[in-house]
């Protein structure tokens, strides 16, 4: 049975902290809005450490 995998995410503005599967997040270039305070940038300054970033980059 595979093993889902999932990035790690922290908002740098508001501090929500939640997890979510590569898949479902645009790629780490790309714009993308937190969920709770609608804050806006790239994918990547969400990932809350270098091996999610990688994860979101790889699996994404």
């Known amino acids: ?3 889902e995998t999932y990035v790690r995410l922290l ?3 508001c501090g929500k902290q ?3 599967s590569p898949r479902d997040l ?7 809005n ?3 305070c609608h ?3 790239r994918t990547a300054e ?3 450490t270098e091996h999610d970033l990688e994860t979101l980059k790889q699996l994404g």
Not at 26 to 32: A, Q
Request: charged content about 25%.
């Open 26 to 32: 645009p790629e780490h270039n790309r714009t993308f």
């Open 18 to 20: 939640w997890e979510a």
């Open 39 to 41: 804050a806006t940038r």
């Open 46 to 48: 969400f990932t809350r």
């Open 11 to 13: 908002c740098p503005e």
């Open 1 to 3: 049975m595979p093993t």
């Open 34 to 36: 937190c969920p709770n």
